[in-house]
C-alpha cells in the first residue's frame, strides 16, 4: 500500500474540487514531508496518476493572478472506493517497517465508525503481540544458521521494538476512543457542523 495514494486521495476527498498546490500545502501542514517522505513532485505526479486510474477526475482549472492554470480533481466512484479500502488497510494491516501507512489511515480514520476503528485498534495490538512471540523464536533460530549474521538478530528486535511502541500508543487511545474522544463517521454534530466550508482542520479534535 502507498502512503502517498491514501494520503493523496483522503485530501482530495476532503476539499473537493481541489487543485494540487492545495493538497500539497494541506498535506506539509501536517508535516507528512517528514513522516511520508512526501514532496511536490509526488503530490503532482501522484494526482495525474490517480486521475490516469480513474479514480480521479479532472474537472476544471483555477487561475490566480498571473499564474499558471491549476487544475483541480475531484474524486470518482472508484476513488472513493479505494479511499475506503486503502483506509482499512492502513489500519487492519500492520507493517513491520512502514509506520507512514498507520499514519496516514488515522489521518483519516474518522471516515470509518468508532465501532470499526476500535475493533482495528484491538486487531493491530493482537497481531503485534503475536509478532513479539515469533520474533523470539526467529532470533533463536538465526543463531543455528552459519551463513546469516548476527547482525540480523537486531533488525528483529529493532522491528519490534518499533511494533511494542504502535502497540502502547494504540492501547492509550482505545482508552480515548471508547471514552467519546474524536468524531467518526455516523456520529451527530461533526466537528465542521457549524464551520465555514474548507474547515477540515477540525476534523481531527474531539468529539464535543
Do not use: C
Not at 494541506?26 to 517522505?37: H, I, R, T, V
Amino acid at each position: 500500500m502507498s502512503a502517498t495514494r491514501l494520503l493523496l486521495l483522503g485530501t482530495v476527498r476532503i476539499f473537493q474540487p481541489v487543485h494540487g498546490y492545495f493538497v500539497r500545502r494541506e498535506l506539509l501542514s501536517w508535516q507528512a514531508d517528514a513522516w511520508a517522505n512526501l514532496n511536490p513532485g509526488s503530490v503532482y505526479n501522484g494526482l495525474r496518476s490517480l486521475a490516469r486510474d480513474g479514480f480521479m477526475e479532472e474537472v476544471g482549472t483555477e487561475t490566480e493572478g498571473g499564474r499558471p492554470a491549476r487544475t483541480t480533481y475531484r474524486l470518482t466512484g472508484d476513488g472513493e472506493n479505494e479511499f475506503l479500502r486503502l483506509l482499512r488497510e492502513s489500519l487492519w494491516m500492520v507493517a513491520r517497517f512502514e509506520p507512514d501507512e498507520l499514519m496516514a489511515g488515522w489521518s483519516f480514520a474518522w471516515a470509518l465508525t468508532r465501532k470499526e476503528v476500535i475493533a482495528a485498534l484491538e486487531s493491530r495490538v493482537e497481531q503485534i503481540e503475536a509478532s513479539a512471540r515469533a520474533a523470539v523464536f526467529a532470533i533463536e533460530a538465526i543463531a543455528t544458521q552459519p551463513d546469516m549474521p548476527d547482525t540480523v538478530a537486531e533488525h528483529y528486535r529493532l522491528g519490534q521494538a518499533r511494533l511494542d511502541g504502535e502497540a502502547a500508543w494504540a492501547r492509550q487511545l482505545l482508552e480515548r476512543l471508547r471514552a467519546g474522544e474524536y468524531w467518526f463517521d455516523g456520529e451527530p454534530d461533526p466537528p465542521w457542523s457549524s464551520q465555514p466550508p474548507g474547515g477540515a482542520r477540525t476534523l481531527h479534535g474531539t468529539a464535543g
